[in-house]
């Protein structure tokens, strides 16, 4: 059974740094590509970044120089560290294994001060 598990939101004052992790179980890891999106109040879901199995990186706009993705596939495990956040940032944050064949339930973040 795959099971694809974000934490790691919250409230956090704009400014403020968080680091999302993206947990899965019953798939290949090491071998899947894994994105994060976002899906603001109103919005359309949105990618924020991906990391494929080889490491090739893609980050939006506004997630480049603030945002790092990362993966550890010993802990089949996908980091989102999050610098200098801001209200607009605020969103229920997904994460997605394979382009969209899996996804997790979403953690949400709150920057507010």
């Known amino acids: 059974q795959v099971q694809i598990v974000e934490s790691g939101g919250g409230l956090v004052q704009p400014g403020g740094s968080l680091r999302l992790s993206c947990a899965a179980s019953?798939?290949?890891?090491?071998?899947?590509?894994v994105g994060w999106h976002r899906q603001a109040p109103g919005k359309e879901r949105e990618l924020v970044a991906r990391?494929?199995?080889?490491?090739?990186?893609t980050y939006s706009d506004t997630a480049k120089g603030r945002f790092t993705i990362s993966r550890d596939n010993v802990k089949n495990t996908v980091y989102l560290q999050m610098n200098n956040l801001k209200p607009e940032d605020t969103a229920v944050y997904y994460c997605?294994?394979?382009?969209?064949?899996?996804w997790g339930k979403g953690t949400l973040i709150t920057v507010s001060s």
């Open positions: 997605s294994v394979n382009y969209g064949i899996y």
């Open positions: 990391i494929t199995s080889g490491r090739a990186i």
């Open positions: 019953g798939i290949p890891f090491s071998h899947s590509t």
